[in-house]
């Protein structure tokens, strides 16, 4: 990890008025939980995504979603958050930045106390049936998944879902608010364990907001960026925090 490009990035947040973060699953990934593709340990590694974590098979074939997709949610439920989680929860409450915008279905940025999250895809520990629109918590799909095929609607036997955006699932109506107000506001984007090649949401690197990268791979976006810190999530925002 470079210091010349932390204290960059130090100083561009200490410069800054209004600094939001964009989070993906890099960030996570030190509380165990797999990123989307890495070889060898990815989430979707041993299959296809797109042939199993589609809103066409779940409502097509939803034995097979909640035999495959499924199975690999309830396991993401029982993780807590690592030091960079915590570490931005304190930059908020100090108000180094004002809200974090992440693509992570985990819950874990408002586990560890970040008050504004906009989760761009949802969130695994939420769920819904898809006649009635009843709340269900996650527990509930648990439950009936362990006994039954299909989770069913105690209210209108409805098929019950995940609140998590699927391969085929429309963006939520407010991300291309969050995207509206970033453009208008931010004046400084915190890019962190995102590799930023999953559109709609890589295309807020490309508002023209000036931004930092903390990421362990390179991205498309370094170049552009006023500081590039390759390293774990964690351990950057940790040093980024004791130079504020």
Same mark, same amino acid.
């Given at each position: 990890?470079?210091?010349?490009?932390?204290?960059?990035?130090?100083? =561009?947040?200490?410069?800054?008025?209004?600094?939001?973060?964009?989070?993906?699953?890099?960030?996570?990934?030190?509380?165990?939980?797999?990123?989307?593709?890495?070889?060898?340990?990815?989430?979707?590694?041993?299959?296809?995504?797109?042939?199993? =974590?589609?809103?066409?098979?779940?409502?097509?074939?939803?034995?097979?979603?909640?035999?495959?997709?499924?199975?690999?949610?309830?396991?993401?439920?029982?993780?807590?958050?690592?030091?960079?989680?915590?570490?931005?929860?304190?930059?908020?409450?100090?108000?180094?930045?004002?809200?974090?915008?992440?693509?992570?279905?985990?819950?874990?940025?408002?586990?560890?106390?970040?008050?504004?999250?906009?989760?761009?895809?949802?969130?695994?520990?939420?769920?819904?049936?898809?006649?009635?629109?009843?709340?269900?918590?996650?527990?509930?799909?648990?439950?009936?998944?362990?006994?039954?095929?299909?989770?069913?609607?105690?209210?209108?036997?409805?098929?019950?879902?995940?609140?998590?955006?699927?391969?085929?699932?429309?963006?939520?109506?407010?991300?291309?608010?969050? =995207?509206?107000?970033?453009?208008?506001?931010?004046?400084?984007?915190?890019?962190?364990?995102?590799?930023?090649?999953?559109?709609?949401?890589?295309?807020?690197?490309?508002?023209?907001?000036?931004?930092?990268?903390?990421?362990?791979?390179?991205?498309?976006?370094?170049?552009?960026?006023?500081?590039?810190?390759?390293?774990?999530?964690?351990? =950057?925002?940790?040093?980024?925090?004791?130079?504020?």
């Amino acid at each position: 990890m470079s210091d010349t490009e932390v204290k960059k990035l130090v100083e =561009a947040l200490k410069n800054s008025n209004n600094t939001y973060v964009l989070t993906g699953a890099g960030m996570s990934t030190e509380s165990g939980i797999p990123d989307f593709r890495s070889q060898g340990t990815g989430l979707w590694n041993d299959i296809d995504p797109i042939k199993y =974590a589609t809103r066409d098979v779940l409502l097509s074939e939803p034995e097979k979603f909640f035999q495959v997709t499924f199975k690999r949610f309830v396991s993401l439920v029982d993780k807590k958050p690592n030091e960079g989680h915590y570490v931005l929860s304190e930059l908020e409450k100090e108000g180094i930045i004002k809200g974090i915008i992440t693509q992570n279905i985990d819950g874990l940025h408002q586990e560890a106390g970040s008050k504004e999250v906009w989760e761009v895809h949802g969130n695994i520990k939420k769920s819904h049936c898809m006649e009635c629109s009843t709340a269900f918590p996650f527990e509930e799909l648990v439950s009936q998944v362990e006994t039954k095929d299909v989770p069913e609607c105690k209210n209108c036997g409805g098929v019950l879902r995940p609140d998590v955006v699927l391969f085929g699932d429309p963006m939520p109506d407010d991300f291309f608010e969050i =995207a509206a107000e970033l453009k208008q506001n931010c004046d400084f984007l915190l890019i962190v364990g995102t590799s930023l090649q999953v559109y709609p949401v890589a295309g807020i690197a490309e508002l023209g907001i000036p931004m930092g990268i903390i990421n362990l791979d390179s991205t498309p976006h370094d170049i552009k960026a006023k500081a590039v810190i390759n390293t774990k999530c964690s351990q =950057a925002l940790k040093q980024i925090k004791e130079c504020l």
